[in-house]
């Protein structure tokens, strides 16, 4: 509608109702139009699954790990968690994306650097996440070609200090030369099984109180045994008719399953190379 026709529209509503409507289209007009650049439906789907991890962050205990990713990534653009499986980089992730969006970050959840540029507001503060980024067991070919190509221009986003990304990523997949090609993911690093960011006694000991109440004291001297410790606790809160101090000291069910999956996505490098660390009684030697 153009200005003129615009103009005599709003003649033709105050004739018919009087100050009051006349008033109400004033207000109409000075308002912003929508400048929501998210689809209502993905809206809705980010909304729940907020919801979900708002629920999930009642187990959580805040931890030195936690604490310093969340000062992380108030001062820089990208930040990347890594660790192991069942260290608590997704339980991490959530917690310190729900203190940004208590900070007034708009918290989009994104699979792939298209949603990026596709949603992206110069207008708004706003947190990107992903987890699991770039596969789980192993670098996932399709994601390092879908990023590869535009992260000049994903780069160039961030420069925008309205504008952060968050993501969780396997060590593995860290660590794989591949992700070199990845390099704003390698700018500030927050590996939750370094000696700063670990977990230590007193928090392993709160987790477990959480998790199992009253039962804790009964295996919190098998807490050092495994890395993935948080994730055997919430495992065996899902599982109680579980023997406890069997579970914690020998937690094969979570390696068979691991196991499993490595076969499942047909990831058979990783898989032949566990087999032979088990046949070598893993004393390989690596040899240039």
């Known amino acids: 509608m153009s200005y003129t026709c615009n103009?005599?529209?709003?003649?033709?509503?105050?004739?018919?109702?009087?100050?009051d409507m006349d008033e109400e289209c004033k207000e109409l007009r000075s308002k912003h139009l929508d400048q929501s650049t998210v689809p209502w439906n993905i809206r809705v789907q980010i909304i729940q699954i907020l919801d979900q991890w708002q629920k999930n962050d009642e187990y959580f205990v805040?931890?030195?790990?936690?604490?310093?990713?969340?000062?992380?990534?108030?001062?820089?653009?990208?930040?990347?968690?890594?660790?192991?499986?069942?260290v608590g980089k997704t339980a991490t992730l959530q917690h310190v994306v729900l203190k940004m969006a208590e900070e007034g970050y708009d918290v989009l959840l994104v699979t792939n650097p298209h949603n990026i540029i596709?949603?992206?507001?110069?207008?708004?503060k706003t947190l990107f996440v992903i987890d699991n980024f770039c596969g789980t067991y192993s670098i996932n070919q399709s994601d390092l070609y879908n990023w590869e190509p535009v992260m000049k221009r994903i780069e160039g986003l961030f420069r925008n200090h309205?504008?952060?990304?968050?993501?969780?990523?396997?060590?593995?997949?860290?660590?794989?030369?591949?992700?070199?090609?990845?390099?704003?993911?390698?700018?500030?690093?927050?590996?939750?099984?370094?000696?700063?960011?670990?977990?230590?006694?007193?928090?392993?000991?709160?987790?477990?109180?959480?998790?199992?109440?009253?039962?804790?004291?009964?295996?919190?001297?098998?807490?050092?045994?495994?890395d993935c410790f948080p994730l055997?606790?919430?495992?065996?809160?899902?599982?109680?008719?579980?023997?406890i101090t069997e579970f914690f000291q020998n937690p094969f069910s979570v390696y068979e399953a691991e196991i499993e999956q490595l076969k499942k996505k047909e990831i058979f490098g990783k898989y032949c190379a566990l087999a032979l660390c088990v046949m070598f009684n893993n004393r390989l030697k690596r040899k240039c």
């Not at 596709?118 to 708004?124: L, M, V």
């Not at 099984?193 to 709160?206: I, V």
């Open 7 to 19: 103009f005599q529209f709003l003649k033709a509503v105050k004739r018919l109702g009087g100050l």
């Open 62 to 86: 805040e931890t030195k790990a936690a604490k310093h990713v969340l000062k992380c990534i108030k001062k820089n653009s990208c930040v990347t968690i890594t660790a192991s499986s069942g």
């Open 118 to 124: 596709e949603y992206y507001n110069p207008n708004q």
């Open 162 to 226: 309205l504008i952060k990304i968050i993501v969780a990523c396997r060590i593995q997949v860290y660590k794989d030369n591949k992700f070199e090609a990845l390099s704003i993911f390698k700018t500030n690093v927050c590996n939750l099984l370094s000696e700063d960011l670990c977990l230590s006694q007193a928090e392993k000991e709160s987790i477990a109180e959480i998790y199992l109440e009253t039962e804790a004291s009964e295996i919190i001297q098998y807490s050092n045994l495994y």
């Open 232 to 243: 055997l606790c919430k495992l065996y809160r899902d599982n109680t008719e579980l023997n």
